[in-house]
């Protein structure tokens, strides 16, 4: 073998492994098996889903999660250094493909819009240390907010400015902010859902009107028809009492009902 034939097969094997070790790594895991925080948690994630879901629910451009798994890098896959925001949204992207995980690399490089994540008392300080110093240099997400189901007044939230720094958004009179990615404000609600009765955080458009979650979107569709068809019972006998009137008055004066 001559010499150039050996330096280009050095080259080739170099370039091989270069590409190995740049590759994407093909054995995620996308459970961990760690529960989350609480069962009110839970509720709080889901309320969040279902209901931009139910908002949107005639759109599939875009994509709205929680508790799942983020992949950003080979060295964060590789460190098993999972990430898996409470609640994400990310738009423009199709929303009906099936995912086990966010995984950037297949996503075209795309990361959430919006993160929330529910704090408790052991991961405040990682949700507005840590956590927010990676959704803002790495992520560059836009909207990012936190909140503790357990306490009302938790409610904070950062805008990406054009410096690609967080700023702290401002409370309305309401005590809500404004999630400018997706067109909603997030404030809290007093209710009862899954059998808990809670503080939640909710979305609300820009009428101040709650977005629904489906079982209450079709409990209000239900009451609307309810109230419609009252609405035309009482019509119906209105119209039934006026023809009575009308034929003991036609009767009074002489005069068969039955020939008009």
Not at 139 to 166: A, C, H, I, K, M
Not at 182 to 192: A, D
Request: net charge negative; hydrophobic share 35%.
């Amino acid at each position: 073998m001559t010499v150039e034939a050996t330096q280009e097969t050095i080259i080739e094997t170099s370039v091989a492994d270069t590409w190995e070790l740049h590759k994407p790594p093909t054995d995620l895991i996308f459970d961990d098996g760690e529960p989350l925080e609480s069962n009110r948690h839970r509720i709080a994630m889901n309320v969040l889903i279902r209901s931009l879901q139910q908002a949107w629910r005639d759109r599939t451009d875009f994509y709205t999660g929680g508790n799942m798994f983020i992949y950003y890098s080979n060295t964060q896959a590789r460190n098993r250094d999972f990430r898996g925001p409470d609640f994400f949204a990310v738009l423009d992207v199709d929303g009906i493909r099936e995912r086990q995980g966010w995984v950037v690399w297949e996503e075209e490089g795309r990361y959430p819009d919006v993160i929330v994540e529910l704090m408790s008392p052991s991961t405040a300080q990682i949700d507005t240390g840590i956590k927010k110093d990676l959704y803002q240099r790495t992520f560059r997400t836009r909207d990012y907010f936190v909140y503790d189901p357990f306490n009302p007044d938790s409610l904070q939230g950062w805008r990406l400015n054009s410096e690609f720094q967080y700023q702290q958004l401002t409370q309305n009179e309401q005590g809500w902010l404004w999630c400018e990615t997706l067109n909603f404000w997030l404030g809290t609600w007093q209710g009862t859902i899954d059998r808990e009765t809670a503080i939640w955080l909710r979305f609300y458009d820009t009428s101040g009107n709650l977005v629904l979650l489906p079982e209450e979107a079709a409990q209000q569709q239900a009451e609307v028809a309810q109230q419609q068809a009252e609405a035309a019972q009482q019509q119906a006998e209105a119209e039934r009492l006026r023809a009575e009137r009308l034929a003991a008055r036609l009767r009074e004066l002489g005069e068969d009902p039955n020939n008009f």
